[in-house]
C-alpha cells in the first residue's frame, strides 16, 4: 500500500516543476514591459 501512495505524489510534484516554469517565462514577460 505504501508503494501506491508514493505514486500519486510523483505526477504532482511534475505538475508543479512545469507550473513554476511557466509562472517564471510569465512573470519576465509581465515584468519586462514594466520596467519598460
Do not use: G, T
Not at 505524489?9 to 516543476?17: I, L, N, T
Not at 511557466?22 to 520596467?35: G, I, N, R
Amino acid at each position: 500500500m505504501a508503494r501506491i501512495d508514493a505514486n500519486p505524489p510523483m505526477p504532482e510534484f511534475r505538475d508543479d516543476y512545469v507550473l513554476r516554469e511557466v509562472d517564471a517565462e510569465w512573470l519576465s514577460k509581465a515584468v519586462k514591459p514594466k520596467q519598460f
